[in-house]
């Protein structure tokens, strides 16, 4: 299947800590970008989003950053708390065309 | 208040069988999707369905039909399960098409023995 040969990168955290969780895309044309996250047993849920005419975007705790010269998402989350543990996904939107999801990355946070 | 409800959450069936998995949502979306994830966590798009047409159809084999009896429903159908059916699969729908956030169920676990 697609997934053949990928694996899910994990970050390890200690609580309390910066964790900055990285994506590329590859589509130029993708005008729209989403965070997800999703714990153990559940669905993915909305972190936050950002449209290709800004280069950053705050929430509460977390920041995109998205830089289209190099195709590069960030999500960072200030004050990384045992909550955050999850696989965090990034999604493009190609203009006119549906959502891809990145392959994910699991966050661990350490105590 | 479950926005994006399936049923059921675990669903356990031998090869060849034939299974269903219902969706709903109430929040008066006008598209809803399937989505497959493997074991690695990789998430695909399997159909979407916009105001009771079906819009996508990925590279997805036949013996997976998407059923939509109105607007708040998608059900997903499998005939012949195989071994490699076996994932995570998850309803999600959205405002508008190809647009603004999606909203995700809880997911069907459907393991293949």
């Known amino acids: 299947g697609e997934s053949v040969g990928l694996h899910l990168p994990t970050l390890s955290v200690q609580e309390g800590d910066n964790s900055i969780i990285n994506c590329a895309y590859s589509?130029?044309?993708?005008?729209?970008f989403i965070w997800y996250k999703q714990e153990s047993g559940k669905g993915p849920q909305f972190i936050i989003d950002?449209?290709?005419?800004?280069d950053k975007r705050q929430g509460q705790r977390v920041t995109v950053l998205l830089n289209k010269t190099v195709k590069h998402l960030s999500l960072q989350i200030a004050a990384t708390q045992p909550g955050d543990s999850a696989v965090y996904f990034c999604?493009?939107?190609?203009?006119?065309?549906?959502?891809?999801f990145g392959p994910g990355t699991r966050l661990s946070v350490l105590p | 208040d479950t926005a994006v409800s399936q049923t059921p959450k675990y669903l356990v069936t031998q090869m060849g069988n034939d299974k269903s998995i219902k969706c709903e949502q109430n929040l008066g979306h006008d598209t809803m999707y399937w989505y497959k994830q493997d074991s690695k966590k990789f998430l695909k798009i399997m159909f979407s369905y916009n105001n009771k047409e079906l819009i996508i159809n990925e590279t997805v084999p036949n013996r997976f039909s998407p059923k939509s009896p109105d607007k708040a429903h998608l059900n997903l159908h499998i005939n012949s399960l195989e071994l490699g059916d076996s994932a995570v699969y998850f309803c999600?729908?959205?405002?508008?098409?190809?647009?603004?956030?999606?909203?995700f169920g809880e997911g069907s676990r459907l393991t293949v023995l």
């Open positions: 589509n130029s044309a993708s005008d729209y």
């Open positions: 950002i449209r290709s005419n800004m």
């Open positions: 999604a493009e939107v190609p203009y006119g065309q549906n959502f891809v």
């Open positions: 999600a729908s959205t405002v508008g098409r190809k647009s603004g956030e999606l909203f």
